[in-house]
């Protein structure tokens, strides 16, 4: 990379396994658009909620330049989940679950 003087081959390998995951942990990198924007990283952690009715043709503060769809729509949703969501199962009670669901012992 031009103007890293202490980039290694191990920090492309980082690189290149991020890219092929397509996200890192908060952040997710976005191919350059040419034209509209560079290559971006957003962190999930800095994002900030705007209504759809802010977005508009040119005069409104955002403006979409571009869209995403299938199936980078669904890595974008699983990335965000991944950050901001603790995804697990609730507690539950085993062995009174077991008990409703095993016949009971001769006696």
């Not at 492309?12 to 995951?21: H, I, P, Y």
């Not at 976005?30 to 043709?57: C, H, M, N, T, Y």
């Not at 890595?75 to 539950?92: I, N």
């Amino acid at each position: 990379m031009q103007g890293v003087t202490n980039w290694k081959p191990s920090h492309t390998e980082k690189v290149l396994s991020v890219l092929r995951q397509g996200y890192s942990q908060s952040c997710l990198p976005l191919a350059q658009l040419p034209g509209e924007f560079p290559p971006l990283v957003a962190d999930f952690r800095k994002l900030s909620l705007i209504q759809l009715a802010d977005i508009g043709q040119g005069n409104e503060e955002y403006v979409r330049v571009a869209s995403v769809d299938n199936p980078l729509r669904e890595l974008v949703a699983w990335a965000y989940m991944s950050t901001a969501a603790r995804v697990a199962l609730p507690d539950r009670d085993f062995a009174g679950w077991s008990k409703e669901i095993t016949p009971p012992r001769p006696a």
